[in-house]
C-alpha cells in the first residue's frame, strides 16, 4: 500500500500556487490533460523535488457495456511511465453507449454516469477492470461517483457493488467522500452504511471536494469550498481506517492560494481528530469491510457475452433520453432525467468553450444560446474537439455569425483546424461544401 499523504488536484490555472504550497506531498492530474513527451514544467519541478503524481483518468468508460479501448488504455498507461506514477486511477461509470452491441450510433455523455448496480453490470464491470490491470504497468484505483438520477431495479447497494468487484478483481478503492454526500442528497443513500459495507483495506486514497444544493439536488461541482457534511463523511471513514492519501479536488473558481491551503488544513485536521489518540484510524474497525454477502460467482463467457448486450441496451437508452431527446426509459424519474439532462448540455458547452477558447471569443454573449441551438438536434460522437469543428462547421453552413468580421475570423478558425482532407466519417460533398462556403467569406474580407 502505497503511504501518499496529503494532497491537491494539480490543474494549469492554479500551477504556480500549488508548487509554492506547503505541506503538498502529492498531486493528482487529468491524465488525458498531459502529453507524456510534453510534460508541464510545474509538474516536472515537482517531480523533481520527490512529489508524487498520479495520472487520474476520465475517459475510459471502465462501466461501459463495450470492452476498454486498446488506445485508451495504452495512452493511460503511458502516462503512468511519464510521470513514474505508483498507480492510477479510473471511474466506476459509463461515458458513452451505443455501437455494434446495440447496432446504433455511439453516442458520448461528455460526463460520468452512474452503472445499474445489478449482475449484469457488475459482470461486466468486473471484466473491464481485469483487462485494464492487465494494460497497465501500475496497480489501478477505481472511484465511486456522484449521481443525479438512480437505476431503477438495482440489486445491490453501492457498498455491495464495490465489495463484490474488490473481492472479484482485486482492485483498489479511491473513494470519493463528497461523492458519497452527493448520493445521500440526490438518491437517499447513507453514507455511513456504504463506508461500512466497503472493504476499506483495499484503499488507495481519497477524493474531497465541494458543491452546492439547487432545489433539492446537490451538484458536485468541484468549484466551491468543501461544505461540513462532506467533512463529516471524510471523518467517519478515518474512524474507520487511517486513509494512505486524502486529496482535495477544485477544477473552477480558484480562490486564492491562502483560501486553498486553509481547506487543506481543515482536511488534515478533521483525519487527524478522527483517529483520535486511541489510533482507531490505524486498522479497520471491527466489522468494517465485512462482506455483506458471499460474492457470487463470475459468468462465463457466454453469459458474459449476453450481460455486455443488456446493459448496452440499457445504458444506450438512457444516454439517448438524455442527449437526444428520445423518450425516457420506464422507471426513471423525469424530472431527475431533465435535471441531468441540462447538466450535461451545460458542461458540454463549458468544456467546448476550454478547448476550443477561440469560440465564445469570436461569438462573445452569442456562444452560449448558439451552442444551445448546435446541439439540441446532435448528440455528441466523437469527442470535444471534433465537436467544437462541428459546431463552427454549422455556424458557417448557416452564414453565422451574422458580423463578417466575426464570420471571417471563425472561417480561418475553422480551416486552419479542419485541415486539407476530410473530417473522418463526414461527407465529402458536405465539407466541400463548407470549404467553399468558408473560402468566398474569407476572400471577400481581403
Known amino acids: 500500500m502505497v503511504r501518499l499523504g496529503t494532497g491537491i488536484g494539480w490543474r494549469p490555472e492554479m500551477a504556480d500556487a500549488v508548487e509554492d504550497m506547503p505541506g503538498i506531498d502529492w498531486v493528482e492530474v487529468v491524465a488525458e490533460n498531459v502529453c507524456p513527451g510534453h510534460l508541464p514544467e510545474s509538474l516536472t519541478r515537482l517531480r523533481e523535488r520527490g512529489v508524487t503524481v ?85 496497480p489501478l484505483a477505481v472511484e465511486n461517483i456522484a449521481a443525479l438520477i438512480a437505476w431503477p431495479g438495482e440489486e445491490l447497494t453501492e457498498g455491495q457493488f464495490l465489495y463484490e468487484l474488490v473481492e472479484r478483481t482485486g482492485v483498489r478503492l479511491l473513494i470519493d467522500v463528497a461523492n458519497l454526500h452527493t448520493n445521500h442528497v440526490n438518491r437517499g443513500e447513507d453514507p455511513a452504511k456504504a463506508l461500512a459495507e466497503l472493504p476499506l483495506e483495499a484503499l488507495a486514497y481519497v477524493h474531497v471536494a465541494g458543491g452546492f444544493e439547487r432545489d433539492g439536488v446537490w451538484h458536485d461541482s468541484h468549484a466551491h469550498p468543501v461544505p461540513q457534511p462532506v467533512l463529516d463523511v471524510l471523518a467517519d471513514l478515518a474512524a474507520r481506517t487511517d486513509p494512505p492519501g486524502v486529496l482535495l479536488e477544485r477544477d473552477e473558481n480558484f480562490p486564492a492560494p491562502g483560501e486553498l491551503e486553509r481547506e487543506l488544513d481543515v482536511i488534515r485536521a478533521t483525519v487527524a481528530k478522527a483517529a ?89 454573449d452569442a456562444y452560449r444560446s448558439e451552442f444551445r441551438a448546435y446541439a439540441a438536434g446532435r448528440p455528441m460522437t466523437a469527442g470535444y474537439r471534433r465537436d467544437a469543428l462541428s459546431f463552427a462547421e454549422q455556424l458557417l453552413l448557416a452564414g453565422r455569425p451574422e458580423d463578417a468580421a466575426a464570420r471571417g475570423r471563425l472561417t480561418h478558425w475553422w480551416l486552419d483546424r479542419s485541415g486539407p482532407r476530410p473530417l473522418e466519417g463526414r461527407p465529402v460533398t458536405r465539407w466541400l461544401r463548407t470549404a467553399r462556403l468558408a473560402l468566398r467569406r474569407s476572400q471577400a474580407l481581403r
Open 276 to 364: 483520535g489518540p486511541g489510533g482507531l484510524g490505524a486498522g479497520l474497525l471491527p466489522g468494517a469491510g465485512a462482506a455483506p454477502q458471499a460474492p457470487a460467482e463470475a459468468p462465463d463467457a457466454e453469459a458474459l457475452a449476453t450481460a455486455r448486450e443488456r446493459v448496452a441496451l440499457a445504458q444506450t437508452s438512457l444516454l439517448s433520453a438524455l442527449v437526444a431527446g428520445t423518450p425516457a426509459p420506464e422507471g426513471f424519474d423525469r424530472v431527475r432525467l431533465g435535471v441531468q439532462s441540462r447538466a450535461l448540455a451545460a458542461k458540454r458547452a463549458d468544456v467546448v468553450a476550454k478547448v476550443a477558447p477561440e469560440l465564445p471569443e469570436i461569438l462573445g
Open 54 to 138: 498520479v495520472p487520474h483518468g476520465v475517459s475510459l468508460g471502465l462501466g461501459g457495456a463495450d470492452r476498454p479501448d486498446e488506445a485508451r488504455l495504452a495512452a493511460l498507461a503511458e502516462r503512468a511511465v511519464a510521470l513514474g506514477a505508483p498507480l492510477v486511477t479510473e471511474h466506476i461509470a459509463f461515458v458513452r453507449a451505443g455501437g455494434p452491441l446495440t447496432v446504433s450510433q455511439q453516442l458520448e455523455a461528455g460526463h460520468l454516469l452512474p452503472v445499474p448496480r445489478t449482475r449484469d453490470a457488475l459482470a461486466v464491470l468486473c471484466e473491464n477492470v481485469r483487462i485494464a490491470q492487465d494494460a497497465l504497468p501500475v
